[in-house]
């Protein structure tokens, strides 16, 4: 069966800096989706950033990328010049190319110091 | 684009009594579509996955005679909390997709608190 784990319940930025939330998965599969969504305390899940296993390349969205290391099944996600509104519950989610459940990690909790 | 609708956003009821929540796909069809729960602090759970016209699929744990879960369409999925308790308050988000290598869009979720 997949996992997902994030090591970090909560993370704390300064306002500018950068952070890097981990997140590490188990996996059979060759081909996947890795996914980190943001919970603000609205609790709406807003979608990140995407990957997809088959592309070698880092996904980036802004000021967030990741760095995806297929072989140590490791997908951590990097914000770059945080802001405020950064501040959120982020949750790091798997999913298979089909069938497509979404296995969430436990979540880490970022909050950003003005 | 794909914006999901969730209804009601809080819903505070008796024990006893039974509660709908509506999931709709707005702008897109959805031939599958998700339904969460998500206890505070913690991550989201899978309670079961809806596909259009069919018998949607229960993850292990959840009684499916507990929570109904109707896909009638490709824009709309209920979710039925019966008979509710204590026990069932929650907060439950569901999602809603086209296709299997598409992303998931997330409504915002129903607040449900029985008394």
């Known amino acids: 069966a997949q996992t997902v784990t994030q090591s970090q319940p909560e993370m704390s930025v300064q306002e500018a800096e950068t952070v890097t939330l981990s997140c590490t998965y188990d996996?059979?599969?060759?081909?996947?989706?890795l996914f980190w969504y943001k919970q603000p305390p609205s609790r709406q899940m807003i979608l990140v950033i995407r990957?997809?296993?088959?592309?070698?390349q880092n996904a980036t969205e802004n000021r967030f990328s990741v760095n995806f290391q297929k072989a140590a099944k490791s997908f951590s996600l990097k914000i770059s010049d945080s802001q405020l509104g950064d501040a959120a519950m982020y949750f790091c989610?798997?999913?298979?190319?089909?069938?497509?459940?979404?296995?969430f990690g436990q979540g880490t909790e970022l909050s950003v110091k003005p | 684009g794909a914006v999901v609708s969730q209804h009601p956003s809080r819903v505070i009821c008796k024990s006893g009594t039974s509660v709908k929540i509506e999931c709709r796909s707005l702008?897109?069809?959805?031939?599958?579509m998700f339904w969460y729960r998500q206890f505070p602090k913690q991550s989201l759970m899978l309670m079961a996955t809806?596909?259009?016209?069919?018998?949607?699929?229960?993850e292990q744990g959840v009684e499916k005679d507990k929570f109904l879960i109707n896909h009638a369409s490709l824009t709309l999925s209920t979710l039925t909390v019966t008979s509710a308790h204590p026990e069932d308050s929650s907060f439950y988000i569901c999602?809603?997709?086209?296709?299997?290598?598409?992303?998931?869009?997330f409504g915002d979720g129903t607040r449900l608190s029985i008394l």
């Open positions: 999602s809603a997709r086209v296709q299997s290598n598409q992303p998931q869009h």
């Open positions: 996996t059979s599969e060759s081909d996947y989706y």
């Open positions: 990957q997809e296993a088959y592309k070698q």
């Open positions: 989610a798997y999913s298979r190319i089909q069938g497509g459940k979404l296995i």
């Open positions: 702008d897109f069809q959805a031939t599958t």
């Open positions: 809806s596909n259009e016209g069919s018998k949607a699929t229960y």
